[in-house]
């Protein structure tokens, strides 16, 4: 089912990158692919306060957390699917896609205010009819970085527009900050 999965690898070559740029020690990295939910939305329930939700989640905290390791979470995902190729009836024109790219910075706006409850708010109005990939892995950052106090940064928006099939896929780069100091942490 997950053979085909590729969202690992631009990431990677981005952490290489850093880590040449910035001659950082070695890291490790742990692939996590998370489950979609959506259902939850659908039934209008709050993702983060399922109990298969919150236990997975706990679960990998606690392994990150065992390791003694500091831990660095990049997400991996794309915004938006719409039109015909993902099963809209119409195609994409330069209204949709407006319209998508205001809805895409709706949501990415409580990303970067970490705002759990206005993310839910928003995916529940919708039912998340643009087919946000990005969904789950938003939703897990919170749980993730509990205690911490974060900002987001939108660092950079754009549209694939696929001409042939009359569709679009949205996609964003963002970086999350702490804003307060973390103590010091040394790696054995």
Known sequence: ???TEHSVEFPLLFLQHVQAQADLPPYEVVPVLLGGVDHYLQEGRD???AAEVRGEL???RAAVAAT???ACYLLSVDLAHIGP???DPERVDDGAAAACEQQDRHLLGFAERFDAPGLTRTLHADRNCRNVDAVSGLF???PLLAGSDCRGSLLSY???RQPDTGSLVS??????YRTTALPEHHDE
Do not use: T
């Open 68 to 70: 003694g390791k500091r």
């Open 47 to 49: 993702p983060l306060q």
């Open 1 to 3: 089912m997950h053979r």
């Open 171 to 176: 996609y964003a780069s963002m970086a999350f």
């Open 140 to 142: 897990s950052l919170y």
């Open 85 to 87: 190729k993902f099963g």
């Open 158 to 160: 754009g549209q694939n």
């Open 58 to 60: 706990a679960a990998l």
